[in-house]
């Protein structure tokens, strides 16, 4: 039997739009068999005496003017985690006004004398590749001497109990490496249309469970916190022995977990929130700084990826919108057009699942979760570009600065 032309439309874009379904009902599936035996960060509990070890937080801070000031103030609110603890602000080099501002919220604080200093990380060395916040970090190892080091990003915002919580935790598991999952906080427009799809697929695609099984090869953490035994940080080589590596959490997590250190990698959305970028400038330019090197620099697996999350999440969209507009171009078809209608509302009622579980397990509201589909075709540019730059070196920055 011939198929005309309007049917063969009609027939790839019921085909786009049902793919689309079986692809977001995988992910929802996925999740939530994930998120259901993730581990999560132990509750404050019941007062305890105060460990005796001693731990030092530090943010790396390159033009942290927007965030510093709060994250600064944040921390010296925290209780106390241990009975000798400090926070070391180290400044990158900022052309901004970031060291003064994070003394200026240390002094509002009334913190005791040698709770708070600022670091002066000075110029990178000329000779030597050094690559975003590896350069302050390893500044920070050289001037600490506590038995555990937190590092944070600028970015974090942390509860009262975050700090003795993740310590008690990690000093009750053994842990060298305790990592946590934070909350995403989203502040600009292009952020509620691309961090609910980005925190998803890294939810689906680095298993919390599998990363904490010492029997498997998987290794994550989250760069934002970041909580090393001192000891096993130094054996590693810490960030200095990565001065060069673009995505240095999953390179230390390797690292630890490889060494035969112990790697615990926790769900902390109740703990801390993580608000990445302040425009759609900044996110393009973080992700597509690591989305490429994140799918294990497969050129592959990078193209299919963003492919899979435009179909997914743009998909639905795109196929209600043609379906309407067929209806008044070609009404002889119309049983295909409301087919296709009813498949893509489908698709778009399986996002708003999406967002509502994503509700229900951290907390983010569904604000904006009908641009998803533009956050697809965001996603869809990333991937591309984040090869194009990451293989030429051509526009591959971070903060404005080269990575190349």
């Known amino acids: 039997m011939d ?24 992910l929802l599936l996925g999740l939530q068999r994930v998120f259901a035996v993730a581990p999560r960060l132990n509750p404050d509990g019941v007062e305890a005496p105060l460990s005796t070890t001693s731990l030092t937080v530090v943010i790396p801070a390159y033009n942290e003017a927007r965030n510093i000031g709060d994250c600064v103030a944040h921390v010296l609110a925290s209780k106390p985690p241990c009975a000798t603890w400090s926070l070391l602000v180290v400044d990158d080099d900022s052309s901004d006004a970031t060291p003064s501002l994070a003394a ?3 002094e509002a604080c009334s913190i005791p004398p040698g709770r708070f200093s600022v670091l002066q990380a000075g110029p990178r060395p000329v000779d030597q590749r050094w690559v975003g916040k590896n350069w302050a970090c390893s500044r920070a190892a050289d001037h600490i001497t506590t038995e555990w080091v937190l590092f944070i990003d600028a970015d974090v915002r942390l509860q009262a109990a975050t700090l003795r919580r993740a310590l008690r935790q990690a000093e009750a598991d053994q842990a060298d490496l305790l990592s946590l999952a934070p909350r995403l906080a989203c502040s600009c427009l292009a952020e509620w249309m691309v961090q609910p799809i980005m925190a998803s697929l890294l939810g689906l695609g680095f298993p919390i469970q599998a990363a904490n099984n010492p029997a498997s090869e998987v290794a994550f953490a989250a760069g934002p916190f970041m909580l090393f035994r001192r000891s096993a940080y130094d054996r590693i080589g810490g960030h200095r022995g990565l001065a060069g590596e673009v995505v240095e959490d999953l390179a230390l997590a390797r690292l630890i977990k490889g060494g035969g250190y112990r790697l615990r990698y926790l769900l902390g959305l109740d703990a801390l929130d993580l608000q990445m970028y302040a425009d759609l400038a900044s996110l393009w330019e973080g992700w597509s700084k690591n989305w490429f090197l994140g799918l294990d620099a497969d050129v592959a697996k990078a193209l299919g990826a963003a492919a899979v999350v435009v179909l997914m999440f743009s998909g639905p969209w795109l ?9 008044g171009l070609l009404p002889d078809q119309s049983h295909w057009w409301l087919w296709l209608l009813a498949v893509a509302a489908v698709g778009v009622a399986l996002q708003l699942a999406l967002r509502l579980w994503t509700r229900r397990e951290f907390a983010v509201p569904l604000s904006h979760w009908w641009l998803m589909g533009l956050g697809g075709l965001l996603v869809g540019g990333i991937g591309p570009t984040s090869v194009i730059r990451s293989l030429t070196g051509v526009g591959w920055t971070w903060k404005g600065r080269s990575l190349a």
């Open 319 to 327: 196929c209600a919108g043609s379906a309407l507009v067929l209806l």
């Open 104 to 106: 200026a919220a240390a």
């Open 3 to 26: 198929v005309s032309f309007p049917d063969l439309i009609a027939l790839l874009l019921l085909a786009t739009a049902a793919a689309a379904c079986l692809g977001l009902v995988i």
